[in-house]
């Protein structure tokens, strides 16, 4: 039948959280989301990064390495 996974995936992260999980300075990653390098969304007074735009803002840093 269904097996139901106990690791939750968030679907989206606080600027703490990134710094947290990147290593990258909490003032760097508000930097790079002022440069429109990275995608985030502000709900109130929070500003939350989307797994997707994490993951697509880390792959880009990688690509751009590898050249």
């Not at 760097?28 to 995608?39: P, T, Y």
């Amino acid at each position: 039948m269904f097996e139901v996974s106990t690791v939750k995936r968030k679907k989206a992260y606080s600027i703490k959280e990134v710094s947290e999980e990147t290593s990258l300075s909490q003032p760097f990653v508000r930097l790079e989301i002022k440069r429109g390098n990275l995608k985030a969304a502000r709900f109130g007074s929070r500003v939350l990064i989307t797994e997707n735009s994490l993951s697509q803002y880390l792959n880009k840093g990688e690509n751009d390495e590898q050249k």
